[in-house]
């Protein structure tokens, strides 16, 4: 488990895991558009076997739940946040699906592409737009690592999406009210506009 | 949507682990309990706006659970949990009061969706009870008091029928409160929240009642320009009372007769029938009996009227009744008077004990609001009262009802001065009456130089 909100608001390096395999080149980009946002170095980590995966039954679906606690079990170093990153659809038992996965006030998080691709809903890829997807999904979950709950803001980044409409028309910003409890690193920079 | 406090029953920890975090990142306090024993325990401690309950769970079922909950906190929103999606399990669980049903796993969007509704629905209902409340409290009619045996029977009465949807026939005097009765039958009644329409058959033309009663159609008769509701319709869902139904034309009898025992109303000029909804209270100061033997009133009418009787005696009849009646209105004219709290002195308790009240409740009410106006200080003394109340002669009355009328007519007019429209209004009856009654008893004013 995190050392709460500290663990975020001493962070000095966001570090991204992949989590089975990735498109190729995806999680160096991922890391560059991330280092747009956040004034922290984003290192992108090589793929790591022993990570262990385990996929819920009789569900095309990796548990998040599991991944988080192991990835929550990897991520000991003080001052350095956690994200691991999967092509695959992920779920909790209870949910059909989430897009992402964090402890409030932990030090590690799960986000999944497989919903942020326009070609899950049929629709041709469009790599902006996912990109877009992906960094708000992180953003948000980064929030709850500085032990942001959700927002009741509609327009604001920590505001619940539930699907991905939602993460569309959610805005790409933090609310003044979320924002003063960000930790500088994270509320320091503005959305770049192809974010708006 | 403000925090909620939610309980999550599941004997799954995997579910009670992720719906809790769930719903606390959503901003709300959730607690969790891994059997029903726990549950209740739990709401037996706190209070929770929402429950979600596994209905598959070793031992007690969420469904058995949820009647206890409902039992235990008739305000709990329950949600029912399964992962087998049955109508019929959902139909039992609705009908057993659950607000929804969600099968698992759930779409993270359609629990939220179900949350915000649920919230918005206690926040209605909630709502919803405040502006009963507050309506009760406005709309609140006036008490009914009264210590005799006779009052007490009456209050009896009228709890009774006020459970049932009977027609209820008041009689009395002038002035006993029957319509105070009526509008305490209406608040107790299960009807309460529609309205209560009141008509007084006795002060319009049979022309002009028929249309008020039964409404009409535009141009149905000179004057008629636009569609007009009758007061049947008017009172849908509620209570429609006929005062002074003695004195209904035989004609407009037969059409309420119709219209009170098949439900149904047809327009001046209309030709549909449309349903309404609606309980009959009706009081006449008349004896009906009489006029059904004397052919005036129809007998078929007369009994379905007279389902229920409650008789208002006069307060000459009650005297116990005057001074809690009187304290009463001293106390609300007070109030709305912004006086200080008032009381009687003991010679205006006397006086207001030895008076025999012909015009009843009503006289009682605008001798004590007149006290309060033209007193002084916190004490009514009997000067405040009314000339003639302090001036009635002690020990019995008059003889007849006609010179008991006749003395308490002239009683009044000495004491206003001869002022017809004040007069009028202390005896309750318009200025035609009063005239006709003047001439009736040859009633003279006293510098006429002609006694009386």
Redesign the interface.
Known sequence: MGTGAEGAAEAETLELLPVGTLPGGALDELAARLSRHVELPVRALPPSPALGVVRLAGRDQLDA?ALLLALEARATTPRRLLVGVTADDI????????FGLA??GGRAAVVSLARTDPRFYGLPADADLQGGRVIAEVLHELG?LATL??C?NRACLMS?A??VE?VDVRGRRFCPDCSARLPSWLRGRRAPPEMV | MSALRILIVDDETIVRDSLGAWFRQDGHQAEVAENAKEALRLVAQSHYDIALLDIKMPGMDGLELQDRLAAADPDLTIILMTAYASVETAVKAMKAGAYDYIVKPFDPDDLSMLIRRAAEHRSLRAENLRLKKSLETVAAPPPLLGDSAVMKHVLELVGTVSASDATVLITGESGTGKEVVARAIHAASARRYNPMVVVNCGALPEGILESELFGHEAGSFTGARARHKGKFESAEGGTVFLDEIGEVTPKVQVELLRVIEEKLVTRLGGTAPIAVDFRTIAATNRDLQAAVRAGSFREDLFWRLNVVNIHIPPLRERPEDIPVLAEHFLARFAQAMNRRPMRFSPGTKDALAAYPWPGNVRELQNAIERAVVVGHGETVEPSALPLHVIQAPAGPGPGSLAEAERAHIQSVLDASGWNITRAARVLDVDRVTLYSKIRKYELKKPDDGNGS
């Open positions: 739940n779920a909790i038992p209870i949910f059909t699906f989430v402890r409030q709850h709950e959700h009741a619940f539930g699907n939602r």
